[in-house]
């Protein structure tokens, strides 16, 4: 009966003792496992990805531009007089070959006049050595005069001849001269500065640089230069479509067409010279004014595209984290192509099926385990 109570009583003490451990040693087990578990739950940084996405073929390139006159000469007289009139006045459009003022130089006159009158007694001198050499060569034939006297005639005449000919281009130009009294437009265009007034001496260079009279502008047809970033400029090519919009016309543009570029960049601003070409038959744009310049530029092989935000800039290169199927972190390099703002076109080092990590940690390396957000990262 002892036995048996003694039995009882150490049924009771381990069912107690094992009650105790249930009651108060269990939940510290249980905590110490939650606490282990969300220990190595943090050891695993929570990342967002996205997979890249093919860019576009073309690119919107936005770039200041410089509106210039499709031709723009300053003209000068070529003959030094007093004005006597002028036809043109700033505004004024003209068209080739239009008169737009007159010289008076009676200097040239007066030397024209001198030398007709040389000419003509050159020519009359040339006549008379030319009948007397004939009349000795002549002569010369029936052994009635002697060789050398002949040939002595017909070099006086040749003589004659050459100063005839002196003569006349003497004539020719002074009458040239002479027509430089009248000035005309080269081009069709706007006079856009007149410079000179009725009797004002005009002065084509005697005595020291020349002044122009007027400033002819063709606006009929604009230049419009522009200067594109060394990463873009292979894509610019003659043929490229530009659009312009200037301030003072809101919600207003108008289109252009690459028509030459530089072939070179400029190795002080690594830029590349670009001339547009427009038609503005109307004179709304003015030569001088300021304009933005839209040029579409298309890529026959268009790369990836990820957010700016994905890409990590270490010494030896651009490189983006990719998450693999274990959920560990490879860097991969890759190579930039085109820049789209927030966006950036990946050239080369992906192939488009990567989960890349948006907005890594600047620490984050190779072998690094992390967790994937459930929730997608939004494309930038």
Known sequence: MNRSKFKLTITLIAVAVCAAFAIGGLPRLMARNKVAQQTTALSKPTVSVITPTRAPAQQMLVLPGDIQAYQRAGIYARTSGYLKAWHADIGTHVHSGQLLAEIEAPEVDAQLEQARSDAAMATANYDIAKVTADRWADMLKKNAV??????????????????????????KRLEQLQSYEKVYAPFDGVITVRNVDVGALIDAGNSGPPAALFELSETDRLRIFVNVPQDDAPYVIPGTKALLSLSQYPGRSFAGTVARTSGAIDPRSRTLRVEVDMDNPDGTLLPGAFAQVSLTLTSSNPGLSLPANALLFRPHGVQVAVVDARGVVQLKTVELGRDFGTR???????????????????????GQ????????????
């Not at 002697?146 to 004539?171: F, G, R, Y």
């Open 146 to 171: 002697s060789k050398q006297s002949a040939e002595e005639n017909i070099s006086i005449m040749k003589a004659k001849q050459a100063t005839l000919a002196a003569s006349l281009a003497n004539v």
């Open 369 to 380: 385990a992390v967790r994937i957000n459930p929730h997608p990262a939004t494309s930038a």
């Open 344 to 366: 950036m076109e990946i050239r080369s080092g992906l192939n488009g099926d990567e989960q890349v990590i948006v907005n890594p940690n600047d620490a984050i390396s190779a």
